[in-house]
């Protein structure tokens, strides 16, 4: 590098612009708290939905399946399964059977463990994953296979 | 405690136990890779002992685990001799250590033996639920010990840098490291909002890896090319300055690239497509520092494989991070690969070569030295840790080439037709069992060129006198 462009100018661009950078990403911080109540319609994240989040945090679902695309990739996306599996009159039957089915024990096929939840722990998920489903995405995924 | 003549401190020494800890959790990691690896293809490989997520979140922990102890053993060698004084304590080094070791491994046995959710139970994760989220997985317990660790560590070397010389390499470290601690504290916050749960998670993933850790890789690697090349150390100082500036400026807003479809306003659609294109520039800068450096060196440095690590680190990095990076990182792109096999690809040669391999650029600079061999291992070691080197890097570009030939193939049948002309996720996956078995071998690969690796530490003696090395080489 050049003779002119020296030592300390380069190390004043690195903490000039690293606070100038980081003040703009607090604006911005800022800004998607104040637009995220609507964007993931917080009026109806019910204590039910709360208790759902921590289901499916305590049995780390995140380890083999995404939600909203991030996670792990062996097993379908979650964010949009509400819409994939039976949505408003379905879904509240879909999944507790689905989850009482497992493992499929069918050879050679990904399994997935049985957790034992109780019946109001999965009307919890439920209501957790219908809640997800509804957060303005920007339309994501694709379609419905996610 | 020695009369080591090649480390200019004693207190050097204590990098010793925290590098040779990182390699050994390495191994771990890349066993439990091998098991993930077969269970993509029988689905039902050792199932119910392991199941995937156990195996997932055992792999990933490892890696992150390591790469810590990679850091801060780096941090123990390099930051007494650029401060020019012994470290502030080597026994609160070791004792670091001990605490950092041991709630590593109980961990790790936590999850293997115990079901996830009596862990969560047990841990009281209800009190303060953290918990379930990827990388993230550790009982509360375990992260208040990290903090813990990571507060004794950054009070030792912190300490050692303010009574000693603050060298641009020094202060960049510190700063790195100090927000590696800060960023970490975010993963106490977990917000009932899936939304905000999702954007606080990224200050710790993104900020780390695309963030402060660039700090500590560059620190680290100026470093060594210093010690290596001999070039004026103003030079390195200024490249190093301008990678870090770069990183940071490109870097903070860059994190919105993964803002994008988790609820996030649209703002985050333009900021973080813009951003983060720019990501890739630190590493490009880092590819013509070693580059240059190496080019212009004023000595002919015995240790051949560290020379070979350092350019290594910096390819690699660029080519994981930077190219298959900005490959997804663009809105109207990442909506269809988000969350495939590709971001897959992209994880794995990213994390390799920039963060993996500047740990073992930095292991194989430091432990000849450690080890009183001399300034480098004797020439048979050393070509063995270049076969390592090699091996394990092709490997990964060929893992990295295969999930990626998945990842099309998965976008092309799963997420660009039509409701209903798309093809399920698990119909998809059994279309791409070829490209699992191609990963499967290059992982196996992958693991020889460990053992090869591992292998070049067997050197005993001292080197034969090294300027032989010199000649044949130069
Ligand atoms: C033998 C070699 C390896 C194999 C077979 C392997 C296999 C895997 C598998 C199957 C996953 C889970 C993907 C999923 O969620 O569906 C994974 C995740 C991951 N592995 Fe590896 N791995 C190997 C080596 C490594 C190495 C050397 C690194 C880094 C230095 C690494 C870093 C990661 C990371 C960061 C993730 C999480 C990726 C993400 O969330 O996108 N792996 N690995
Ligand atoms: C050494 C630096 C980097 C590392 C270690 C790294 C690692 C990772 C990992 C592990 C993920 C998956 C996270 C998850 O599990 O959800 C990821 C995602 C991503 N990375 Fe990086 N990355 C690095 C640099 C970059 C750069 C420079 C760019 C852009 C130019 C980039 C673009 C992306 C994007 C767009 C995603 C999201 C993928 C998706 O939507 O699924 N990364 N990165
Ligand atoms: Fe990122």
Redesign the pocket.
Same mark, same amino acid.
């Given at each position: 590098m050049s003779e002119t462009f020296t030592k300390g100018m380069a190390r004043n661009i690195y903490y000039g612009g690293s606070l100038f950078f980081v003040l703009v990403f607090l604006a911005l911080t800022y800004h998607t708290e104040r637009t995220v109540p609507e964007r993931t319609n917080s009026h109806l994240l019910t204590e039910s939905v709360v208790r759902g989040k921590l289901v499916w945090e305590e049995n780390n679902c995140i380890g083999c399946h995404s939600l909203l695309g991030e996670g792990a990739y062996f097993a379908p996306e979650l964010g949009n399964v509400f819409v994939r599996r039976g949505g408003e009159e379905g879904f509240k039957f879909f999944l507790p059977a689905w989850m009482k089915a497992q493992p499929t024990n069918i050879p050679g096929r990904r399994q997935m463990p049985q957790f034992n939840l109780t019946d109001a722990q999965l009307d919890d998920l439920a209501e957790f994953l219908k809640w997800t489903s509804k957060i303005n995405t920007n339309n994501w995924p694709p379609n419905k296979e996610g | 405690m020695s009369n080591n003549p090649y480390i200019k401190f004693t207190s050097q020494k204590v990098a010793m136990p925290y590098l040779v800890f990182a390699l050994i959790l390495f191994v771990g990691q890349i066993l439990f890779g091998l098991i993930m690896g077969l269970q993509y293809i029988i689905g039902d490989f050792l199932f119910p002992l392991i199941p995937f997520n156990i195996a997932r979140m055992v792999h990933t922990n490892l890696l992150i685990v390591w790469l810590l102890f990679g850091f801060m053993g780096a941090a123990y060698y390099l930051i007494p001799e650029e401060a020019d004084r012994e470290l502030h304590s080597p026994k609160l080094a070791m004792i670091l250590f001990w605490i950092f070791a041991t709630a590593g491994v109980l961990t790790i046995l936590g999850y293997l033996f115990v079901p996830y959710a009596g862990l969560a139970q047990m841990t009281g994760n209800d009190l303060l639920p953290t918990m379930g989220r990827e990388f993230l997985e550790q009982p509360l317990i375990t992260k208040v010990g990290i903090v813990v660790v990571c507060l004794g560590f950054l009070y030792n070397v912190g300490m050692t840098v303010l009574k000693g010389r603050k060298t641009a390499i020094n202060v960049v470290m510190m700063t790195g490291l100090i927000g590696l601690a800060v960023m970490f504290l975010f993963s106490f916050y977990n917000p009932d909002n899936l939304t905000r749960d999702k954007f606080y998670w990224w200050y710790v993933v =993104?900020l780390w890896v695309?963030g402060v850790w660039e700090l500590i890789m560059a620190a680290m690697l100026a470093y060594v090319l210093i010690k290596i090349t001999g070039v004026d150390r103003e030079v390195i100082e200024k490249w190093l300055y301008v990678i870090v500036a770069m990183a940071l400026i490109s870097g903070i807003l860059?994190?919105g =690239? =993964?803002y994008f479809w988790i609820g996030a306003p649209t703002v985050w659609l333009w900021v973080g497509s813009i951003f983060s294109t720019l990501e890739p520039l630190p590493f490009f800068a880092m590819v013509l520092f070693a580059f240059n450096m190496i080019n212009r060196r004023r000595r002919e440095h015995p240790n051949k494989a560290a020379a070979l690590w350092a350019m290594g680190t910096t390819v690699t990095a660029f080519l994981g991070a930077g190219v298959w990076g900005f490959l997804h990182t663009l809105a109207p792109v990442n909506y269809y690969t988000h969350g495939t096999q590709l971001t897959a690809a992209h994880g794995h040669l990213a994390f390799y070569g920039a963060y993996a391999l500047i740990v073992m650029t930095l292991i194989s600079y430091a432990m000849p030295k450690l080890r009183g061999l001399g300034e480098a291992a004797d020439n048979k070691a050393q070509v063995l840790e270049m076969w390592g080197f090699w091996l394990m890097t092709i490997s990964m570009v060929f893992i990295t080439l295969f999930l990626s030939a998945a990842g099309v193939v998965q976008i092309w049948l799963q997420r660009m037709p039509e409701d209903g002309a798309a093809l399920s996720f698990m119909a998809t996956q059994d279309q791409l069992m070829i490209f699992y078995w191609f990963r499967l071998a290059a992982g196996v690969v992958f693991l020889v060129g460990l053992v090869c690796y591992l292998l070049s530490f067997r050197q005993r003696g001292r080197a034969a006198l090294t300027t032989g090395v010199v000649a044949g080489h130069a």
């Open positions: - | =993104h695309e860059g994190t =690239h =993964h």
